[in-house]
């Protein structure tokens, strides 16, 4: 097939690579003009604009923006508005919320332009050799892009969802669960780490991924992090976010599922950001007030 | 009534001056020679030893150890069996695991001594001023004390909670809710601190005593600590604790109560002990494993 | 003062009674006309519209709404923009979201409407007799209605929070804290209540709230409680929620503050209206396909 | 190697399988006598008494304890303290609390015994055709029973991790990183089924299992739950625990380690055995008493 792909980051430009060895002719531009440069020594056809790309597609055109959530989805999807033609299709493979992409998707119906929001996991090398896709759309327009889906995935490694919305949400309540698996692993190692015992943690990991009931991706992960920083003395525990998991814990409110562990996960990664916090300044304020502990002053 | 009282740290020694003020006769002792002079010229008679505040008192003695929960309580228990005779009353006042209570109330049986457990509430102050206690005893030994208690606390201050262990544990989960309290009231100061809006900390909490639902001591406690450093800017949010809200956490663990709320209170205060953490390390470490998530360099 | 009030339920009935109480003069009107007719009774000049009570008010006019937070009051904000005119003061007794609160004191601001938020804590009988009220406002506009919360209010229980949506953002955080204190408290109880002993849950109450750390409203509340109905036998667990824990939770996840107690204690509400849980399901199917564990069937 | 088997149940039985295919000599018994006859047609040398296992291996004897933690643990090492021989080997592979295991292997250490504990993950399956086994032990018996752990694991899945007591600890971690897993991948099923989409939970699994990030064992599980029972309508969401994961929290609050993720798995476990909960109750009763918000009578 013929694909336009807006966005030449670590994803995006896995993402063609691996459309590329399909046989798929890839249209695709980025505002990093090198970017552009490489990805046509690499044998697509890169191009200057999203005008130019999208004159360059025949119809209906295939559009993939993989570009970062938020105002930039915004403003690539506000100028395919104006240059896509009726019958158009336009695929979001960034973490966008899947309120904007309902919203988004109403928008471009307006003009008649159909929307699919795909959430698409497995990280860069999963990009590059095989990822794992959700894919929300009408079902009519998933028919036509199947093949796409087809061949970026690893086998059985893509799904139609159901309806528009319905891809990123999925990947959203992913990310939520890889929270929580992540930071159930990080705990353990932690008792491991201040108990009385001695572990080899790269060893460790190696074992429980050979026929334990936690082994997993993340614990392959995990053996690889240690197996280059034994006790990881060279990292500072600090565990940002971008967005997925706050949400996933929105949406468990806004459904009343209590959802501790999501939430918990995402609360530990924010305290991981502070250095000192004002809760524990007030606790230990009471503590002295009441009892006459101690302040540990500054 | 007659009392011996061991340990004049901050609780011991404002208790006996709380008991002189009501008329009982205290002798008094403690490791700190310094304190026994102190509690003599304040109107007690202050002994050197344990053994000399036992020959001190009449039978059946009345005999209050006030000092710190674990092995010092232990010694000074084993010391008493020795020399206290068949009847005696021993009472604990302190902060003690009511496992340990349990069993040494057993051990003290076998001499023939009573053994009485009293959670003590309120701090320094209350036990200077009118304390709140909570009494675990065999019905007839409480009716012997109980005049220690009713002057010793504030009015309606003072419970009989039933038989050995109910002090204690009652005291443990006391200050299990006490964590809970302290920890949501820090966390919505902390949302404040990090809002857009610009409060004067003193004076909501001045104006959240004067009727709203979180009405409490806590809270008066918080607005004077408020009034001494507006913004605690003076302190560290080191939390320390000391043994009721983990026994709290434990029990509840043991009985399958889900109790979300005080266990994270105590976990955060763990989580404020340290500077970095391992599960944080491990987190990140998995981010930029799967995502090349950039990670914090030591 | 001449004040209108919009929103004759259980609040805004008994603040239009504390008003007349201190002599102010209330222009009141309610959809349900019972209400308007008895509070006619009382002493105020009830009216059947919004529009009448708009012109029954002199310039600048004081208009209070108390209705349920959302549509209710968007609706009422949007009458009321039609018929009031620059200058007026229109106040949002209600809990509003912060969000709402900030948008529309802008949309007022075109039409040179003044916008005031205020937070009210005490429940109907502090509404009655001395609430606790939490106000944002300009600062010249705040001091044209101060009079009326300085009558409304316990002495020291009024105060003006700053700038538009401080009142209602305080009032959320408010509400988280009391949702964590009420967690806490109610956590303790069900540790007692599967413990080994035999607490008078009344009496510990009672107890507590002479002279212990943990000494509150909400213990006291507490106490009235177990005196209707010791072992609380005749009611469910089930505990609903009115949107300002949830929000003060989505308020810590904006600010990246880790609020784990008042989250916690939202989470457990959520479980509390579910019979049965898919997460339990989940686990439980989990268990039984590693481990043979049994399942409960249905 | 000759290998004396005490146990024969669901894990046991599978173990002597498996060692007997790997050319192990097995004397196995067990008190339920028709699973002795069984393991004899299987080619075990089945006797009926512990006595007899004993007296059947040459020394210095490999003798495998598989039987429940606790007081039958306790009970069978008391009895082979009495007919072991200094030198002999016991080892126990079933969930014991390392505590327990220090304090044993203490005791037989007296008797010149040598104690190994083995955590064996992996399940029933694992048992029988390759565990995951994490072996704590004197490095010199390590040496003599290596070949079992061999022969018994998957390629990789076995790991001596140090002294006596290690091999019980890192199986407890295990499973309280494994109750964290569970209860992040539970969560996310439950905001799925609440959401307003309509996903096919085996399918959704069986894509995950393909390139995504949470690919692991414990989805390849959750795929077969769903495709047993698309929506888990046949079971209900109690979820029992069997001390592993107690023992984990236990743990993290004696080594101070924040781990709220798998200490709220285990408490959301404890919630789903409760059908009502005097917390709920307490809750619902104050915000009766506070706001007249009404109460759910039973």
Redesign the interface.
């Known amino acids: 097939m013929q694909i336009g792909m807006i966005g030449l980051g670590?994803m995006g430009y896995n993402l063609v690579l691996n459309l590329l060895d399909h046989n798929h002719e890839v249209v695709a531009t980025d505002v990093n003009k090198e970017q552009v440069k490489n990805i046509t020594n690499d044998g697509a056809t890169g191009v200057e604009s999203i005008k130019e790309l999208v004159s360059g597609l025949s119809t209906p055109r295939v559009v993939w923006m993989m570009v970062p959530a938020g105002n930039i989805t915004e403003d690539v999807l506000a100028e395919l508005k104006n240059v896509l033609e009726p019958g158009d299709i336009v695929i979001d493979g960034g973490n966008s919320n899947y309120k904007d992409t309902l919203r988004r998707a109403e928008e471009l119906k307006e003009k008649e332009l159909h929307f699919v929001d795909v959430g698409t996991?497995?990280?860069?090398d999963?990009a590059r050799n095989?990822?794992?896709t959700?894919i929300g759309a009408e079902p009519e327009v998933f028919e036509i892009i199947e093949p796409i889906f087809k061949d970026l995935?690893?086998?059985?490694?893509?799904?139609y969802?159901?309806?528009v919305?319905?891809g990123h949400?999925?990947k959203m309540?992913?990310?939520?669960?890889?929270?929580?698996?992540?930071?159930?692993?990080?705990?353990?190692?932690?008792?491991?780490?201040?108990?009385?015992?001695?572990?080899d943690y790269e060893?460790?990991a190696?074992?429980?991924?050979?026929?334990?009931?936690?082994?997993?991706?993340?614990?392959e992960?995990?053996q690889?992090?240690f197996s280059k920083?034994p006790k990881?003395?060279?990292?500072?525990?600090?565990?940002?976010s971008?967005g997925e998991g706050?949400w996933?814990?929105?949406?468990?409110?806004d459904?009343?599922?209590?959802?501790?562990?999501?939430?918990?996960?995402?609360?530990?990664?924010?305290?991981?950001?502070?250095d000192?916090?004002?809760?524990?300044?007030?606790?230990?304020?009471?503590?002295?007030?009441?009892?006459?502990?101690a302040?540990?002053?500054?």
Chains 1, 2, 3, 4 share one sequence.
């Open positions: 670590k996991s497995g990280g860069t999963g095989g990822a794992c959700m995935s690893v086998e059985n490694g893509y799904l969802t159901g309806k919305g319905s949400f999925l309540v992913h990310n939520g669960i890889e929270y929580g698996m992540m930071q159930a692993i990080a705990e353990g190692f932690e008792v491991l780490e201040k108990s009385q015992f001695d572990y060893a460790v190696k074992m429980w991924n050979h026929g334990s009931v936690v082994r997993s991706w993340l614990m992960l995990t690889n992090a920083d990881l003395e060279g990292i500072k525990g600090v565990m940002n971008s706050k996933t814990v929105e949406a468990a409110l459904l009343q599922v209590p959802a501790p562990v999501i939430a918990l996960s995402l609360m530990m990664r924010y305290r991981s950001l502070e000192d916090t004002f809760t524990g300044k007030v606790v230990a304020a009471l503590r002295n007030e009441f009892g006459g502990h302040v540990v002053k500054k």
